[in-house]
């Protein structure tokens, strides 16, 4: 890939900004707008960046493709995780007011960690995506 | 446990498909996933049995009471239904093991399995929820799922077949979005229930009927009503076995119930009578029956041959709600479960071949029948069944649909039925007559019997089409209780 002084360096301030909003979007979801969905594809924005300024490799060193199957799988089960808690807490399923002291407490902590789980599964999906259509005709 | 069992129902397939996916190749993968079927089939069958005995199940997902919150309501004729899903997924299981090793690649063996337990969750979600929008969400699990299974065929039209399929399969989910959209912003309410409450006081809109209009064509879609079932001949045809199997047994099935479900609890009885929805089912039902199993004749391909043929018992399917009598609906449902059963085994035997010889055309498979007895043994017993011949399951469905049509003095049905089963004699003779009395090619090739694994599911559903032919009790039974839920009180 030809190097692109302007390019790379702006790339390099953006990227941990555009993280780091992520990160806003999806903690701050359950008081403002936001949540993660929102925040997941924000995240793989990031990734998606870094990999078309600095090459699909580089990017893949930082998240080896196989980590993204492991980590798309693991939102999921950190949703359905938080279902089979308040079950076993003796609760509907998905019931989060079990999960805390009080019942604010209880719903605070469903929600964030349900989101967790979408923000993590999103984020992996969109890089999934976009390794798989970039990575065309490569082999 | 108690009623949590509805839920688990679909969350443990849900759990265990992200867990596959990460599991590394062999045959890991497939031991999960089989398990996780025999788990749901026991839970569906507990689940029926409690409900025959105390009545309606009502799950709060979240603890939060309905109409607010997603409401899973389980009667009789979901978890019927949801019965059959399950069953078949934990019969077909143990046929996957050696099909899907001839016919997926290694690589791909744990990410078949999470998007087999997926499409499992959604269509076991279909069948438990009580939320209209919640049946929109679990209808695109299932799709999405079966997309990918699709494409995952051996040939390459596979990849052509699957697009297809994901253009109409989305414009039908679209279309009943639309549909619940519309009904949402006049009811105000997604669940079932309180949405029935409300529909009579403002059935007169035309907003109402629209939202009905989309509804039925986007569900018309998914279950393949003629002329709606492009999708599903190269659909069936071109997916691995075990895919073809699965989704010919489960999900046209499953499209039947929801529609089944709006049109008798969501919708009163009346509106459908007072609209020109009823004719039009049995007109294309009608339509179905005799022009699919006209191209089921004329198929080269033993798969599409199948393929047609399942349209045109979707036909039968559609006729019955088209009665929208007692007996009609219980037709209707008695047939939903013995056409898996049958469709079942026919696929599985199928399968079985194409394990052998690799194809699935018809001038390829002369003589076989003398190579691999039990195969054709299963063959004819599921054909015979497709036929309707008295001592099957077919004939119980064939004979409620013609009791029903016959109560109506409807005519031209009856005669439709008679015509659609002489034409099932002739596909099925069709195939018959390659199997059995062609002589067999010369090429050296010698075919042996296909593999315990692969035969004892297929005789299994094979002996099921025998028991339920002679013994009635558990689906005339349930079909009848079903049936009264669901209303039929048109005169």
């Known amino acids: 890939m030809r190097p692109n002084l302007i390019l790379h360096v702006i790339a390099k301030f953006v990227i941990p900004l555009i993280i780091l909003f992520a990160l806003y979007v999806q903690f701050h979801g359950d008081f403002g707008p936001g949540g993660g969905f929102q925040a997941g594809v924000i995240f793989s924005a990031a990734f998606i960046l870094y990999s078309l300024v600095f090459g699909l490799e580089t990017a893949e060193k930082i998240i080896p493709p196989h980590w993204l199957r492991i980590l798309a799988s693991l939102g999921v089960v950190i949703y359905a995780g938080v279902g089979i808690e308040s079950l076993i807490l003796g609760g509907n399923y998905l019931d989060y007011t079990l999960l805390g002291s009080t019942q604010i407490a209880g719903q605070h902590l469903g929600i964030l960690l349900v989101e967790l789980g979408v923000g993590i599964t999103v984020a992996a999906a969109m890089l999934i995506l976009f390794f798989a259509f970039a990575g065309r005709g490569r082999e | 446990m108690g009623n949590h069992i509805s839920l688990l129902l679909v969350i443990v397939p849900l759990i265990a498909a992200p867990l596959v996916a990460v599991l590394p190749r062999g045959r890991l993968p497939w031991a999960v996933s089989f398990a996780v079927s025999v788990v749901c089939a026991v839970f569906a069958g507990i689940q029926l049995w409690s409900v025959l005995n105390g009545g309606v199940i009502s799950y709060e997902l979240g603890g939060w009471a309905p109409p607010w919150g997603i409401e899973y309501r389980i009667d ?17 299981l143990p046929y996957a093991l050696h099909s899907t090793e001839r016919e997926i690649p290694d690589e791909k063996i744990p990410t078949f ?7 499992l969750t959604g269509l076991l979600g279909i069948t438990q929820t009580g939320d209209i929008f919640n049946v929109f969400v679990f209808l695109e699990i299932s799709s999405l799922s079966s997309y990918a ?16 399929y994901l253009i109409m399969g989305t414009i039908g989910a679209t279309f009943y979005l639309i549909g619940v959209g519309l009904l949402y912003s006049q009811t105000g309410t997604l ?39 492009l999708w599903l001949p190269n659909a069936y045809t071109y997916a691995p076995s075990v895919v073809t199997v699965f989704l010919a047994a489960t999900a046209t099935k499953v499209a039947v119930y929801v529609m089944l479900r709006i049109l008798f609890t969501v919708f009163p009885q009346t509106f459908t009578i007072a609209t020109p929805a009823d004719e039009l089912f049995i007109v294309a039902g009608m339509a179905g029956v005799i022009i699919a199993s006209f191209y089921a004749i004329y198929q080269k391909n033993i798969k599409r041959l199948l393929a047609y043929s399942s349209v045109a018992q979707i036909g039968y399917m559609v006729l019955g709600i088209g009665f929208a009598t007692a007996t009609g609906l219980m037709a209707t ?69 013609v009791t029903a049509a016959l109560e109506q003095s409807a005519w031209l049905p009856v005669a439709v039925i008679l015509i659609g089963s002489l034409l099932a004699v002739v596909y099925v003779g069709r195939l018959i007559e390659a199997l ?56």
């Open chain 2, 76 to 92: 009789a004729v979901n978890a019927f239904v949801a019965l059959i899903v399950a069953v078949i997924a934990a019969l077909t």
């Open chain 2, 113 to 119: 399995y999470s998007a087999l337990l997926l499409c």
């Open chain 2, 149 to 164: 299974l699709i494409s995952l065929g051996k040939q390459r039209q596979a990849f052509t077949a699957s697009y297809q």
């Open chain 2, 191 to 229: 669940n079932m229930q309180d949405m029935a409450n409300i529909l009579p006081s403002v059935l007169q809109l035309n907003t109402i009927v629209t939202g009905f209009t989309f509804i039925m064509v986007g569900i018309a879609l998914k279950l393949a009503l003629f002329p709606l079932h």
């Open chain 2, 333 to 401: 449902l008695i047939h939903l479960f013995n056409h898996a059963l049958m469709k079942g085994a026919l696929f599985m035997a199928i399968g079985a071949i194409i394990y052998r010889i690799d194809s699935c055309r018809l001038d390829q498979i002369h003589g076989l029948g003398r190579a691999m007895p039990w195969t054709f043994g299963a063959i004819v017993i599921g054909g015979l069944s497709l036929v309707g011949v008295p001592g099957t399951a077919g004939f119980i469905s064939k004979w409620y649909l």
């Open chain 2, 436 to 491: 059995y009395f062609k002589p067999a090619a010369d090429n050296g090739k010698v075919v042996t019997e296909a593999p315990l694994m692969l035969l004892l599911p297929t005789w299994g559903l094979v002996l099921a089409n025998i028991y339920f032919g002679l013994d009635t009790d558990l689906t005339v039974g349930v079909a009848e209780q079903a049936a009264a839920i669901l209303g039929g009180m048109k005169p």
